[in-house]
């Protein structure tokens, strides 16, 4: 049974049903001990996000487990709230209102891969009732503000106070209407909330925030005096970043500003930056002008490559940040994905030096990515002959294969192929000044290997 994708258990909600969370929040209970609880569960703002929390509530607490009721959440918010116990959030993400989904944490931290097969295993089995003098309890609590308070606090170990700097924030009607305003405003910044108010069917734009859902916030920020906007999905795990003309600053270029900073920040004779393989040549490049190095791993796994990170190294060796394009990890802060605090510490740094100057050193090449039509059932064979042929075309490129086929050029073009884990999809990426040439030769021989199965 795979009920796991790259960011927990998500689709639409005829087969993410009440019924499926009950045997969900059973399962989180059947591999506990009762002193391993409470179990935090939270919510988004999605109109079928009540009936689910209420049935993985029901499966956890007839499981044996006690239960803290978080109510509407930002996913972070609940991750925080998840330290020391276990949590579990009701979100589809940036996903259009006719989906939800399950995710798990354990200490702040999502489940790693082999804790979700034991998941999935138990749910296909049937998790078992405790018995009925064993069933948990229940009882509401309300960690958002003290959440909001840690992020401020933390935020103000960098760059500079806001001072009035002013911020458009575009929440999307989803849960960042809860935190990113209120804490920016918290630590002095001029903020206009766009679409703040929380509506799980998302009325005012589509949830996953790109270029061309955000034309509000573009033309705010744009024609007003906006000196950076700032969007958000569904949950609060994504953002963008737009600079003062309303323009989105490239997602790779933001990670890489973050990348660069913590790592010059860090006093680590080891300081590692954690990153997916279909992320910018860009980012290797400041991490390293800096003293740092990348470690990269497979998309949705950025807690799995932080521990392996950790258990690999040495004494000297400490993850400073993790992300992948639009999602974030700030260690020193917490394990999981962390959109409102990068909103919080991106401001800061932009207080302190402009966004301008942040820009500058890093290499802005041209960047592509293509979806190539495969059925899920011949991914993997088309894959097997990307792994000989691409390599074949590119006979001076560095080669690795761990996630997919990823192939490094000269002058810091890269290309990487892989697999959708949630579509039916063959992705390129690429990253070239000659980036239309290099797509091209790709794109060939993917329909040429998807042609053949």
């Not at 009701?90 to 082999?114: C, M, Q, V």
Request: glycine letters at 10%; one cysteine or more; hydrophobic letters at 40%.
């Amino acid at each position: 049974m795979d009920l796991f994708g790259t960011a927990g258990i998500r689709g639409p909600v005829t087969e993410v049903t009440p019924a499926l969370a009950l045997t969900v929040g059973r399962a989180v209970a059947a591999r506990l001990d009762p002193t391993d609880g409470p179990v935090v569960i939270a919510r988004d703002g999605r109109e079928t996000g009540a009936a689910l929390a209420s049935a993985v509530e029901a499966g956890v607490t007839s499981g044996g487990l006690d239960v803290k009721r978080a109510g509407q959440l930002p996913t972070p918010a609940l991750a925080f709230a998840s330290q020391g116990r276990y949590g579990i959030m009701l979100t589809a993400s940036h996903n259009p209102p006719t989906d939800n989904g399950i995710k798990l944490f354990a200490d702040g931290t999502e489940y790693d891969r082999a804790a979700e097969q034991e998941i999935e295993r138990l749910v296909e089995d049937g998790p078992p009732q405790a018995p009925h003098d064993e069933w948990g309890t229940s009882e509401r609590i309300e960690p958002l503000g003290t959440y909001r308070e840690h992020v401020a606090a933390y935020a103000e170990k960098f760059g500079t106070p806001l001072d009035g700097l002013r911020i458009a924030v575009d929440c999307g009607t989803g849960m960042a209407g809860l935190a990113t305003p209120q804490i920016l405003t918290g630590l002095g910044g001029d903020v206009r909330a766009l679409n703040a108010n929380v509506d799980g069917q998302f009325p005012a734009r589509e949830s996953k925030p790109t270029a061309e859902t955000l034309t509000d916030l573009r033309r705010y920020v744009a024609d007003g005096p906006a000196e950076l906007g700032i969007g958000h999905d569904g949950d609060a795990d994504r953002i963008v970043i737009l600079d003062g003309d309303g323009e989105v600053v490239h997602e790779d270029t933001v990670l890489a500003i973050l990348a660069e900073y913590y790592v010059s920040a860090s006093d680590a004779g080891d300081p590692v930056v954690v990153t997916t393989p279909n992320a910018s040549g860009r980012i290797d490049e400041r991490v390293e002008a800096v003293g740092g190095r990348v470690e990269r791993v497979r998309l949705g796994a950025l807690h799995e490559g932080i521990a392996n990170t950790r258990e690999d190294g040495t004494e000297e060796t400490n993850v400073v940040f993790a992300a992948e394009p639009w999602k974030h990890v700030h260690p020193d802060f917490g394990g999981w994905i962390d959109a409102v605090a990068s909103a919080a510490v991106f401001s800061r740094l932009v207080a302190d030096e402009g966004l301008a100057s942040l820009r500058e050193p890093v290499s802005e090449r041209p960047y592509r990515k293509v979806s190539i039509d495969c059925p899920d059932e011949d991914k993997s064979a088309v894959m097997d002959r990307l792994g000989e042929t691409l390599p074949e075309a590119f006979p001076d490129a560095a080669v690795n294969t761990d996630h997919g086929v990823r192939l490094d050029l000269s002058a810091g073009a890269w290309t990487l192929v892989r697999p959708s884990g949630t579509e039916p999809y063959i992705r390129i990426y690429a990253e070239s000044e000659s980036v239309d040439s290099l797509v091209g030769t790709v794109q060939k021989r993917v329909e040429k290997a998807v042609a053949r199965s």
